[in-house]
């Protein structure tokens, strides 16, 4: 984990058109992607998006296939195109070239990978076998550190919350394969067949490793009795929203004396970490902390061997020959998710490649594919949206002038990223050997990344100028230990930003995204954290239950929405989001009429400019999904699902009703007592 707090959206993002001649622009909406035959004001996500999906059916190797998707594909190809180029050349050794170049022939060799099997994996995995005590099997852990291996629980080197300019090593909850602890504890049929399915998987891929029938229904009894163990000690998601909670500064003495048999102190000096930056410590969960210990204390060896090889195993089983790819595709794809068929070589090892790699790649694909220009134009509509902001909640009569002054302070000190960082990693220690198996190479690499990071970061100011996204990666985030808002340059182009089209379609597009992210500084977990990124209480105590009370509405109103007939949404946990998408439409409405005040737009293609911005804001969560992806993304995303990011939403926002007549007869109509109000 490369980070503290992440809250990327989904989906778009674009440039401003400041200064364009509206007149001259078109709508921006393509009429293909509607479905005029519904009724607005009775669905909306239909009626923006119908046409789309049903021009764009779910192809077999997605579980949702959407238009931000879409986006990302024509990224894909433009990232493969410039790894073709670069395996068509023979370059100096130790070059970037030359590490892009013969990782992306590693990945695409699939020749090679099959003939070397699961060999690549064998030499770690007998060594396991051979262990046959507690303590012999930690020792191999301790060897395994240096590339990122933890067991038990997650460390990560990261921001302190309390103390934003200054890393601090940092304890959190982890070692559940299958991510989130619903999926070991709840007993719905659809969450059984899950867990039914994944006990098959484990004895499947034990025995692709060489193991007999019996010794893998073995290791997956030891596998799933520590990770069902270790997910009763485990918060949910939703607990995990709340910062304060998931915050406990301690001596490493202290830690060592609560929870001895975790041995954090070795972990952290094989990790390279010197003593001197583990005098304190930050615990997530120290609830998890103390169960996982007691687990440590009591564990046998054959079970820590097999837990120990089925991490082995999950690490390296998409980089390995194409059976065991196929058959860990079996249940990560086509039962988690739903999918039919896996990605293509070439794109899972164009994602392969750029996930070690990518901000080498950034480099190229900002050279070739985004100019200045577009840097300089998105500055220019970041601000217009602060200003908007600002306005919004100098407006808001729920709030105090003391907590306004500290909100604004916080607003006009984001620091913003557009496009590209200024500084690029030096990735020269970095050594990529073609003569080696694939896997051995992606060893290489997170071994460079874990290096990178206790060489960075271990008891280091935090970096500002640290990207936490690679320039081409379709999406944005806020991160609230720094207080920035980011906006890569993948994001930051036509289909969700159109040059031709006028503002009300990029305002409701590109606008609601630098909205939404702006929005998340105030969302139930930015609030926490001040203009300077720590995490302290700048709220009044009356404001603070004001936004709370106003707050768990929106939490009530989503967790009553049927995303399925027998599951509902959680608003709760998807609460950050959903505020976000609130906020972000918000201002940038208000942002939209404050930069057309003094030249009205007019219809285009049959719609006013605020209903081309209601449309151009729904049309980027079109989206096909299966309802294994629904179930898996209720239970793991924290967004809402794209229908319920259009019509859960939009029946909140004032300005909807105006723009399309929505009577109190409508479907979708809401009393205006009972709308959600908060920006």
């Known amino acids: 984990m490369r980070m503290k707090r992440l809250f990327p959206i989904m989906a778009f993002a674009s440039m401003s058109v400041i200064g364009m001649a509206q007149g001259q622009?078109?709508?921006?909406?393509?009429?293909?992607?509607?479905?005029?035959?519904?009724?607005?004001?009775?669905?909306?996500?239909?009626?923006?998006?119908?046409?789309?999906?049903?021009?764009?059916?779910?192809?077999?190797?997605?579980?949702?296939?959407?238009?931000?998707?879409?986006?990302?594909?024509?990224?894909?190809?433009?990232?493969?195109?410039?790894?073709?180029?670069?395996?068509?050349?023979?370059?100096?050794?130790?070059?970037?070239?030359?590490?892009?170049?013969?990782?992306?022939?590693?990945?695409?060799?699939?020749?090679?990978?099959?003939?070397?099997?699961?060999?690549?994996?064998?030499?770690?995995?007998?060594?396991?076998?051979?262990?046959?005590?507690?303590?012999?099997?930690?020792?191999?852990?301790?060897?395994l550190t240096p590339q990122g291996d933890n067991e038990f629980i997650g460390t990560y080197i990261g921001s302190d919350d309390k103390n934003a300019s200054q890393n601090i090593l940092n304890i959190v909850q982890s070692g559940i394969t299958l991510g989130q602890k619903d999926y070991y504890l709840d007993n719905d049929s659809a969450t059984t067949a899950i867990r039914e399915a994944y006990r098959k998987h484990i004895v499947r891929m034990f025995q692709m490793f060489g193991f007999g029938k019996k010794a893998s229904e073995q290791k997956m009894n030891n596998i799933m009795k520590l990770e069902t163990e270790l997910a009763k000690v485990s918060k949910s998601r939703t607990e995990l929203r709340d910062p304060e909670a998931n915050y406990h500064k301690m001596t490493i003495k202290d830690f060592e004396t609560k929870y001895p048999h975790i041995q954090l102190t070795k972990i952290a000096l094989a990790n390279g970490i010197k003593p001197a930056h583990i005098q304190e410590i930050v615990v997530g969960q120290p609830e998890f902390v103390a169960g996982a210990d007691k687990i440590i204390a009591n564990i046998t060896a054959a079970e820590y061997r097999d837990y120990m090889e089925w991490g082995q195993i999950m690490s390296a089983a998409g980089y390995l020959s194409d059976d065991i790819v196929e058959a860990n595709f079996d249940f990560f794809g086509k039962?988690?998710?739903?999918?039919?068929?896996?990605?293509?070589?070439?794109?899972?090892?164009?994602?392969?490649?750029?996930?070690?790699?990518?901000?080498?790649?950034?480099?190229?694909?900002?050279?070739?594919?985004?100019?200045?220009?577009?840097?300089?134009?998105?500055?220019?509509?970041?601000?217009?949206?602060?200003?908007?902001?600002?306005?919004?909640?100098?407006?808001?009569?729920?709030?105090g002038d003391a907590t306004k002054k500290n909100a604004l302070e916080k607003l006009n000190s984001f620091y913003v990223k557009i496009g590209y960082p200024d500084k690029w990693t030096d990735m020269t220690e970095l050594n990529i050997d073609p003569s080696k198996s694939y896997y051995e190479n992606i060893v290489a690499c997170r071994k460079f990344w874990n290096k990178w990071t206790v060489d960075n970061k271990s008891g280091k100011p935090v970096d500002r100028e640290e990207w936490y996204m690679n320039p081409q990666t379709v999406n944005a985030y806020y991160n609230p230990t720094t207080n920035e808002i980011c906006f890569p340059a993948g994001i930051l182009q036509i289909p969700f930003f159109d040059p031709q089209a006028d503002d009300a379609f990029n305002y409701g597009a590109i606008g609601v995204v630098i909205g939404h992210e702006m929005t998340h500084g105030f969302d139930d977990q930015g609030r926490h954290y001040d203009k300077n990124g720590n995490m302290h209480d700048w709220w009044t105590e009356e404001d603070g239950n004001k936004f709370n009370k106003r707050a768990d509405l929106y939490a009530d109103f989503f967790s009553n929405i049927n995303v399925l007939p027998d599951l509902k949404a959680n608003g709760r946990f998807t609460l950050g989001e959903n505020l976000a998408d609130h906020g972000g439409l918000q201002v940038a409405y208000h942002a939209l009429k404050n930069a057309t005040k003094d030249a009205p737009l007019g219809v285009i293609d049959g719609f006013t400019p605020e209903q081309r911005f209601f449309l151009a804001y729904s049309g980027v969560w079109a989206a096909n999904i299966t309802e294994e992806e629904i179930r898996n993304r209720t239970k793991s995303d924290p967004h809402s699902l794209g229908r319920w990011r259009v019509n859960g939403a939009l029946p909140h926002i004032d300005m909807w009703y105006d723009a399309f007549n929505v009577k109190d007869t409508d479907k979708m109509f809401i009393p205006k007592s009972q709308r959600l109000e908060l920006w």
């Not at 992306?104 to 076998?129: C, W």
């Not at 896996?342 to 070739?368: C, D, F």
């Not at 300089?376 to 600002?390: D, P, T």
Request: hydrophobic share 35%; with cysteine; proline share 3%.
């Open 25 to 143: 622009l078109k709508s921006g909406i393509n009429l293909a992607n509607l479905n005029q035959t519904v009724n607005p004001s009775e669905d909306f996500f239909e009626f923006a998006c119908g046409g789309w999906m049903k021009n764009n059916p779910l192809p077999a190797a997605y579980s949702r296939y959407g238009t931000f998707d879409q986006l990302g594909e024509g990224n894909n190809k433009r990232i493969n195109s410039i790894l073709s180029e670069l395996k068509t050349k023979t370059y100096t050794k130790g070059s970037t070239e030359q590490k892009l170049s013969d990782l992306y022939k590693l990945a695409m060799d699939s020749v090679k990978r099959n003939n070397d099997g699961v060999k690549p994996l064998m030499g770690i995995i007998n060594r396991m076998e051979k262990a046959k005590t507690v303590k012999a099997l930690f020792d191999i852990q301790l060897e």
């Open 335 to 399: 039962t988690m998710s739903g999918r039919k068929q896996n990605h293509p070589l070439w794109k899972r090892a164009t994602s392969q490649v750029e996930s070690q790699m990518g901000q080498a790649l950034g480099k190229i694909y900002v050279e070739k594919y985004f100019p200045a220009s577009s840097k300089e134009r998105m500055k220019k509509l970041v601000r217009n949206l602060q200003i908007a902001l600002g306005e919004r909640i100098k407006a808001q009569d729920w709030m």
